[in-house]
């Protein structure tokens, strides 16, 4: 994809980072796209999670759906695999009436050699009101944001190594389902973070919501260069930073973004970063063990915790749903008013 | 002067023992609309000395005006009691105006079910309407200005206010 959009003057793929605001949030403050978790407010998150809350208790009833998004068309162009977010976001957006319309670029025009902005110019024109997009570039969602016609909203469901908004949003509901107030949690986030654009928007929701205290834990080559600016304490060793935690996030290793050998061999990882049931009873008795998925059993994580007690792993995939229909009907409600 | 709730609420449940005894209806789900609804059907339930616990309905996700007012900002979830199907319903609102909320509980309603029937009590009916719904079992008829509407606040003590229209509300 970088070569064809090199190709289209002024489409220069933006740096992500600063004043994303101006371009997620109306002049009212409320959400138009979701971009990425950085520089919203407390509020904010927690109207989300409020919102999802009333969503999730809708699996009770006879006919899982509500009329909310009725007449919309939503397009997952994902150009890059994934099962669980674009399945999830189809089955959010199916839940809220709206039509659904998925596009796997891989397979379609980006081969022919059609440009991103043609890509989107052409679904434009059939009038569409919603974007979920994934891409392996950093502000690939930004980009898009920037050039759709007003009206239309783009959700973020992963851009490089930047950001994954909604993961994170599911992650805090899965916690605060589990726990309540985050001002007394100990979260430790473990592993790959270097490559992970889930880390990223995890850290800044858990510190948006005001966690106790957040740790990152990951040997040194797994690590991003600023890593002390994102405001988390840095545990180079497992045992160390899983004592006493309340919640543990263990990342996926990234092994398709590994370009260059960050690692010995994945059974030395194991032996060293891998959460193995000796491992989690340092933890807190009553902790949470998190995976935003797919799982690398017996890589990152042992097949006993997966599947264990403490495995809160399927509950995040459920919440998922109610997450992504929260913020499908604020960001077309936003367009609104 | 605006009624007085507590003896409209005990002309209601007279209303609602005859209506319910003449339909040979013995156990009904008594289900009340957000937030002024949950609190008269509350008060409805216990003079007509219903066990089933209190249905509420939260109608926002079925609202005809989101696209152009948006998401309300607090959305209680909807909690029903049971499965709904082959049960009579009695729905209660505070205010009966343009029919519009009354319309989008039917909807959700039937989401949970296919109840038996559904009756419609409202605290207040007042002029407006602009579907075709209206009540079995009334508190008070009032006749109100166009810039004028009557509000439930409560829920301890429960009282009727006339204020002047907010145009957010005109749809509700």
Known sequence: MTETLIAHPGARLPEPGPLPNRLQLTDDGQLRHMLTIEGLNRELLTEILDTAESFANMNEKAVKKVPLLRGKTIVNLFFEASTRTRTTFELAAKRLSADVLNVNINTSSAVKGESLLDTLRNIEAMNVDMFVVRHEESGTAHFIARHVAPGISVLNAGDGRHAHPTQALLDMFTIRRHKGDFTKLKVAIVGDILHSRVARSQIHALNILQTGEVRVVAPCSLLPANVDQLGVHVYNDLDAGLKDVDVIIMLRLQRERMEHAHLPSEHEYYQLFGLTSRRLQLAHPTCLVMHPGPANRGVEIESAVADGPHSVILEQVTYGISVRMAVMSMVMGAHQA | ?172
């Open chain 2, 1 to 172: 002067m605006t009624p007085d709730v507590p003896t409209l609420l005990d002309d209601m449940a007279e209303q609602a023992r005859h209506y319910l005894k003449t339909h040979g209806i013995e156990q009904p789900i008594v289900v009340g609309i957000h937030s002024g609804g949950v609190w008269i059907a509350e008060h409805l339930r216990e003079r007509l000395g219903v066990e089933r616990p209190l249905g509420k309905l939260d109608i926002s996700f079925y609202r005809d005006d989101f696209s152009r007012i948006g998401m309300h900002p607090q959305v209680r979830p909807s909690e029903l009691p049971e499965d709904l199907d082959g049960e009579h319903v009695l729905l209660v609102d505070d205010v009966l105006f343009t029919g519009r909320t009354i319309r989008a509980a039917l909807n959700e309603l039937f989401d949970y079910g296919r109840p038996a029937s559904v009756t419609l009590a409202a605290l207040v009916e007042r002029d407006g309407r602009e579907l075709p719904i209206e009540a079995a079992i009334v508190g008070a008829h009032m006749e109100l200005g166009p810039a004028e509407q009557i509000k439930l606040r409560g829920p301890e003590p429960l009282r009727l206010e006339r204020v002047a229209i907010d145009p957010e509300d005109l749809e509700a």
